[in-house]
């Protein structure tokens, strides 16, 4: 396990990705995704002598089929030509090198970078998304993680639908060695996320980590619930660092595209937790949130075990794509 907070290297997640087990779990976690597009990609090159425009067009379908999304394939795709031209690539191997570093160039310069804001402390991480998607699952990780860096942690079980969660988030809590505050199935989560942010102060926590329901029936009702609970924070807990972390499941594609662009109506996401990434060869939804929807990705899941989450780097996410 890394350290989250270790500083004394500059760029914390640099610092974490020279670790080997980071690259290994990284590689493993994404291996259906980079089968799609490491033999495809094989099939392509052998099958074409020289550099055509039919060879781009391919590329451009192996992109699509990981759901790195239309527009951002094509575009990765039109950079890529010009590259080629310009370096007068004639090698597959140059034309693949290149295709990484157009993946890589755009998902860099579509966010201002991939780090969780935690700090100063005390700071309050709010975890939403739709049931299912894995939040009660990434707290948890996170949780033991954070413990594991030397931090006081406390969490709060603001899915407060349906009694299991609640369990499922204290089960969590025990496997990390974190303190949790919970209130009964069907009270207010504003009110639990309420509770939880006067513990963290009596308790002098270093960071609040709050579950949400994710119930998306409607715009206006997940708009109202959340909006109570931003509006909780702001007022009884203004001085605290914010993160509100969106969780997707990258196993539904387009669809976690689609949570993506509601919720980034109803509230000021300020990253993603893209889980399931082991089960799924739609790996390449991370270019597309990333690009198109200029949502940085701040973690992923690449397992069920409480160590199964990394924070994300644009650079080993793309090698361990191709490699
Ligand atoms: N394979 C895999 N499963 C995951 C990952 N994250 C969550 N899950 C599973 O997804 C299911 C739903 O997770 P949960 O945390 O309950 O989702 P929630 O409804 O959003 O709180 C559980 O069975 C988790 O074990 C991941 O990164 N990889
Ligand atoms: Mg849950």
Known sequence: MFNWFKKDKGNIIEDKVQNQGYLDKLRIGLSKTRKE??????????????????????LED??????????????????????????KAT???QVRNLLKDEIKKLMVESVQENDL?????????LVVGVN????????????????????????????????????????????????????????????????????????????????????????SNLMNELGKIFRIIEREYPEATKEILLVLDATTGQNAINQAKVFKEVAQITGVALTKLDGTAKGGV???????????????????????L?????????????E
């Not at 495809?40 to 391919?58: H, P, V």
């Not at 969590?172 to 513990?199: C, L, M, N, Y």
Request: glycine content about 8%.
């Open 91 to 93: 090698e597959s191997q």
């Open 286 to 308: 991370a270019i597309a949130l990333q690009t198109e929807l200029a949502l940085p990705i701040k973690l992923i899941g690449v397992g069920e075990s409480i160590e199964d």
């Open 132 to 219: 299912g998607v894995g939040k009660t699952t990434t707290i948890g990780k996170l949780a033991y993680g954070f413990k594991q860096s030397g931090k006081k942690v406390l969490i709060a079980a603001g899915d407060t639908f349906r009694a299991a969660a609640i369990e499922q988030l204290e089960e969590w809590s025990k496997r990390a060695g974190v303190d949790i505050v919970a209130h009964t199935e069907g009270s207010d989560p504003a009110a639990v996320i309420f509770d939880g942010i006067q513990a963290a102060k009596a308790r002098k926590s270093d960071i609040l980590i709050c579950d949400t329901a994710g119930r998306l029936h409607n715009k």
């Open 62 to 87: 192996i992109l699509v089929s990981t759901d790195a999304g239309v527009g951002p394939s094509v575009k990765i795709i039109e950079r890529l030509k010009v590259r080629v031209r310009e370096e």
């Open 310 to 322: 990394q924070p994300f780097s644009v650079d080993s996410f793309v090698e361990a794509m191709f």
């Open 117 to 125: 804001h935690l700090e100063p402390h005390p700071s309050v991480l």
């Open 37 to 58: 597009m490491s033999n495809k990609l094989e099939d392509i090159f052998t099958g074409y002598k020289g550099i055509e425009d039919e060879l781009f067009e391919d």
